[in-house]
């Protein structure tokens, strides 16, 4: 394998300060089969802790079904086939030794559509922290609250349905359960995607303010956002002829943004395509 | 052909009103003029043809109070087991299910003959209110796990990802997200069986049998309002009268529940607004 086509940023840690810190994803040769359709193949990534990588690419080049392997959603559904590695911490998360209800406290995601439980504000984020074993759970939810700046809006609301909140709110909800655990990597799936443009920024904002303690894997489909909050940027592409999705290229989002030398990412972040 | 298609829809709704309306004029028509509330707390006389239904009413509703506690938490957890959102071997939940369609189309009767040699002499239950009780279990049981599966079923995959993604168990997940959201499936699935229950007749004749003194246990057999209408229907000369009034009451009751089921329903959908 290429080391220098598979992980650029390697090669020029002095250009990104927070890519000096350690891998604490990494993965190799990742392929996922839906029965005998090919989603993805052979895709290798390291995620470097402390940084937001973005994942770009046009649709259907399987980058949300990328991004839920890492927790092992992606087994929940019916003829699933995973290939390859993916080493969270040096542990193989496909190892069946793993604990799923542990990895995925330690692995949050966050879905394109906010999933609010059928369940009071502050049940919400109390369930999930219940369910862990954690105690001072007020305090906790309070804490998660404002770490998203949801806890001045619904602080007099706690006991109301979270489905009465708009949809930003719940997006930043959904951000709140999920950072309540203190996991080490936050998995979000194009969370603006279904959000107005000023509570997208919203939680822009949050992302880059969360950075600091979390690391972020984000799938977005808006440039714009990625160039602007990924520090890695990881471009996905469909391989018409086989039929699947591959990785075309990956590097600082600057480098992918200004300085990369193939053409169909040229055009696709020139906005001449995709 | 669009006026054709019209006049048929509107006959074939009018010939479904004239039956209902028949059947309802036909038995209040020849049960009010005698009526009165006497006739629900007095003993019943001479065969039942004089006096009244009291003992026959309260059978009846233990018989369908004790099959619905049994049928409820079984089938809950059935239909949980059998949604498409429990993780389980594919061919075993389909055998299932072929097992409960089948089950679903069995006659009285037959459930009635089951229940006589499994629940009355294998268990040595005797004819009883629990015999007859545990034979409605098992033929609302198809009906009842049907209702509350496609509920379970119903419930949105983004909430049971969710669930996932949370680390959950899958007993914090059923019981806390899934079950109240079922909640209106279940009361569905509750108003179909009861109904069931109360019509039921074949098969109490062999289980819970005929006699109409007031039960003074669960093993004592007692007589249902149905079997008590078809007995005096068919075996009791002179009992025309108070078949009637017993058909009405029948009816009564069946409406009495099917509303009070209506309006918790309705008042849980209505908190549960709150979450659509």
Redesign the interface.
């Given at each position: 394998m290429n080391d220098k086509k598979v992980y650029p940023w390697k090669t020029e840690l002095g250009s990104n300060p927070c890519c000096i810190s350690d891998t604490i994803i990494s993965i190799n040769n990742l392929s996922l089969y839906y029965g005998k359709k090919c989603a993805f193949k052979d895709i290798s990534i390291e995620v470097n802790k402390n940084c937001i990588t973005g994942i770009i690419g046009p649709s259907g080049c399987g980058k949300s079904s990328f991004i839920q392997c890492i927790?092992r959603?992606a087994d929940?559904v019916?003829g699933v086939e995973v290939t390859g590695d993916i080493f969270f911490h040096g542990q193989n998360v496909y190892d069946s030794r793993v604990n799923?209800?542990?990895?995925?406290?330690k692995i949050?995601?966050i879905?394109q559509?906010p999933?609010p439980?059928?369940?009071s504000i502050y049940e919400n984020i109390a369930?999930?922290l219940k369910?862990?074993g954690f105690d001072d759970i007020s305090k906790r939810v309070e804490r998660a609250l404002v770490d998203v700046g949801l806890w001045v809006e619904v602080k007099d609301k706690l006991k109301?349905?979270?489905?009465?909140l708009s949809g930003g709110q719940k997006q930043r909800l959904?951000i709140a359960?999920?950072i309540a655990?203190e996991p080490e990597v936050l998995l979000l799936d194009e969370p603006c995607s279904s959000l107005d443009p000023i509570s997208s920024e919203v939680i822009e904002k949050l992302l880059l303010n969360l950075k600091s303690r979390f690391t972020i894997l984000i799938v977005t489909h808006n440039l714009a956002q990625a160039r602007r909050v990924c520090d890695h940027l990881c471009a996905f592409w469909y391989d018409l002829n086989n039929q699947h999705g591959f990785l075309l290229e990956c590097g600082t989002s600057h480098d992918l943004f200004e300085n990369s030398s193939n053409e169909v990412l040229k055009d696709y972040v020139g906005g001449a395509r995709g | 052909m669009n006026k054709l298609t019209k006049i048929f829809c509107w006959l074939s709704g009018l010939v479904i009103s004239l039956v209902l309306i028949s059947i309802l004029g036909d038995i209040i028509l020849n049960s009010l003029e005698s009526f009165n509330l006497t006739f629900l707390y007095q003993v019943p006389m001479s065969a039942g043809r004089r006096g009244g239904i009291y003992p026959i009413i309260i059978s009846t509703l233990l018989i369908t109070g004790i099959s619905t506690l049994v049928t409820v938490p079984i089938g809950t957890l059935c239909a949980i087991y059998l949604s498409r959102h429990y993780?389980s071997t594919?061919v075993f939940k389909k055998f299932i299910k072929r097992m409960i369609q089948v089950l679903s189309g069995v006659p009285s009767i037959v459930f009635g003959l089951f229940g006589n040699a499994i629940f009355c002499t294998f268990f040595g239950l005797g004819f009883s209110i629990l015999s007859g009780a545990l034979t409605l279990s098992c033929m609302c049981l198809p009906l009842f796990i049907t209702s509350v599966e496609e509920g379970v079923s119903s419930i949105p995959d983004?909430?049971?990802?969710?669930?996932?993604?949370?680390?959950?168990?899958l007993y914090?997940t059923f019981k806390?997200?899934v079950l109240?959201?079922a909640i209106p499936s279940i009361l569905s699935g509750l108003v179909l069986s009861v109904g069931r229950a109360l019509a039921e007749t074949a098969a109490l004749i062999f289980t819970s049998g005929y006699v109409d003194r007031f039960p003074e246990s669960l093993l004592d057999s007692g007589r249902a309002l149905s079997v008590h209408i078809y007995d005096l229907a068919m075996n009791v000369p002179g009992g025309d009268q108070n078949a009637y009034k017993s058909s009405m009451v029948l009816i009564g009751l069946i409406l009495i529940i099917n509303s009070v089921f209506n309006i918790i329903a309705k008042i849980i959908s209505k908190e549960?607004q709150?979450?659509?």
């Open positions: 927790n959603l929940h019916d799923l209800i542990n990895l995925r406290k949050g995601l879905f559509v999933t439980l059928p369940l369930l999930p369910e862990h109301d349905s979270a489905f009465k959904c359960r999920s655990l | 993780p594919l983004e909430v049971i990802h969710t669930t996932h993604s949370l680390g959950f168990s914090t806390s997200i109240p959201l549960g709150l979450y659509e």
